[in-house]
Nanobody, 116 residues
Framework: QVQLVESGGGLVQAGGSLRLSCAAS????????MGWYRQVPGKQRELVAA???????TYEDSVKGRFTISRGNAENTVYLQIDNLKPEDTAVYYC??????????WGQGTQVTVSA
């Protein structure tokens, strides 16, 4: 089993910045790619940014140039730097880790609220 713990969410004014963190613990040898998703009530969870194929980075179009995903020195940590926040970025942000054998793990989510 793998546990993912997110932190760094909060309330921020439009134009501000946040840095989200996700730390994986447990059987981290069983996971490979990690990334971030977000979800608003009534909508499907959507990919925001992720490492894929071991190193390639993919971003959702609306966040390109504003969001930056990175890894910590430890392979089990991933960050999401969010700059120039917009009200439409308001959502619960979830950390995701892909299992080597298929499927994925999810964190509990961290709320990001952007005021106009």
């Amino acid at each position: 089993q793998v546990q993912l713990v997110e932190s760094g969410g909060g309330l921020v004014q439009a134009g501000g910045s946040l840095r989200l963190s996700c730390a994986a613990s447990g059987s981290i040898f069983s996971i490979n790619d990690m990334g971030w998703y977000r979800q608003v009530p009534g909508k499907q969870r959507e990919l925001v940014a992720a490492f894929t194929d071991g190193g390639t980075i993919t971003y959702e179009d609306s966040v390109k140039g504003r969001f930056t995903i990175s890894r910590g020195n430890a392979e089990n940590t991933v960050y999401l730097q969010i700059d120039n926040l917009k009200p439409e970025d308001t959502a619960v942000y979830y950390c995701n880790a892909q299992r080597v054998r298929g499927g994925s793990y999810w964190g509990q989510g961290t709320q990001v609220t952007v005021s106009a």
